[in-house]
């Protein structure tokens, strides 16, 4: 795998390139399939590019580190977050905002194993509120895009946050939950003064916010 994968880097001098995975069960059932199966364009990514793949249905192969290769030279100043769920999100950004390009290959070089029990993807999360660490990721990751003037991640990020959320409608008391709700209706109010919503992401923040029992009922009958 890191020879394959270095190979590209060097040929296309890349410094992050990624690869496509098999999976595997405990009983060893290997499968095809992936979500990476769902991208249509491989080659170079601009940043756009991956920002277009990840928020079009590849969240889970963009963001994870295990199926990359990087350059070291971007952890000079990069690290992953401590203490943190979801190091993945936070760093996938920085890394993401560090580079001109990837590179993505289609070879299976990844054998990922799925259903293990000790896996944060395996369990329920709906009432710990340290799952929340997804949302702060989005947050920050909006926070970058303003800053970098890239309106079409911020719309992404502003889209993602509501149902990042509501995956957490268990600790909805919680303070973090409360506080990121807050912050939300912040950014809401930031793009509305910019005209940067359409009247669809307008009634997205009104069925979050202010029906957010009936968000939660809608979310969970879409995904059954």
């Known amino acids: 795998m890191v020879k394959k994968l270095l190979s590209v880097s060097v040929k296309y001098n890349a410094n992050i390139v990624m690869c496509n995975n098999y999976m595997f069960d405990q009983d060893h059932h290997i499968s095809c399939y992936s979500n990476q199966d769902r991208i249509n364009k491989f080659g170079k990514w601009s940043r756009s590019d991956f920002w277009n793949q990840l928020y079009s249905g590849n969240w889970g192969l963009c963001t994870v580190s295990w199926n990359k290769l990087y350059s070291a030279k971007l952890f000079k100043n990069i690290r992953f977050r401590e203490n943190k769920l979801n190091e993945d999100d936070f760093i996938t950004t920085e890394l993401i905002q560090a580079v001109d390009y990837i590179y993505v290959i289609p070879d299976r070089l990844y054998f990922y194993r799925i259903n293990r029990m000790e896996s944060i993807m395996a369990n329920d999360k709906s009432n710990d509120p340290d799952y929340l660490d997804g949302v ?79 968000f939660h009922l809608a979310v969970m009958l879409k995904d059954k």
């Open 136 to 214: 702060e990721a989005q947050m920050e990751r909006f926070q970058n895009a303003k800053e970098n003037n890239e309106t079409i991640l911020m719309k992404y990020c502003y889209r993602s946050i509501p149902r990042l959320m509501i995956k957490q409608y268990g600790c909805k008391y919680d303070k973090r939950f409360i506080y990121y709700k807050e912050m939300y209706r912040k950014i809401f109010n930031e793009m509305c003064d910019n005209k940067m919503l359409s009247l669809q992401l307008v009634l997205l923040f009104i069925l979050f916010y202010y029906f957010t029992p009936l």
